[in-house]
């Protein structure tokens, strides 16, 4: 079971964070962490280019999505998926753990660096599903 659970699901960031969402024909926003930023397009049922950074080296992560369908570069990104132990809200015990990667390289990284966060490393598939199981039916009628 993957540890990223919210009370109340809110993906937008009143303040800058490392994940950009740029929805299509409309807004550019903030989402709070990765698992946000990908469940943005899946919850407002729009195309959007989410733009990132990898916190260990600094380089871009993109997810672009097109009809649906998401494509990433760097094509081996992945996502850290973590939450820091004792519970709280989300943006206190998880948003800063969730994050982009360019691969599992620089992901396991700073899973070493980070031994307080708990957590395992995705691939883009489950990430996505992660975010549309969570994000999708927020909407829905």
Do not use: K
């Not at 916190?55 to 998926?81: L, R, Y």
């Not at 396991?108 to 996505?128: C, F, K, S």
């Amino acid at each position: 079971m993957d540890t990223y659970v919210r009370a109340v699901p809110d993906p937008f960031s009143a303040a800058p964070t490392r994940h950009r969402v740029r929805i299509a024909g409309g807004a550019e926003v903030w989402s709070m962490c990765a698992i946000d930023a990908l469940g943005i397009p899946a919850m407002l049922g729009r195309d959007a280019v989410i733009s990132s950074t990898d916190p260990v080296t600094g380089e871009p992560v993109t997810v672009t999505t097109d009809g649906g369908t998401p494509v990433w570069e760097p094509a081996g990104a992945v996502v850290f998926v973590g939450q820091r132990p004792g519970g709280g809200p989300a943006a206190a015990v998880c948003c800063d753990a969730l994050n982009f990667f360019t691969g599992e390289t620089t992901a396991r990284a700073w899973a070493d660096e980070h031994p307080e966060v708990p957590g395992h490393i995705v691939g883009q598939a489950r990430a996505e599903e992660i975010a549309t199981r969570t994000f999708g039916p927020l909407l829905a009628p």
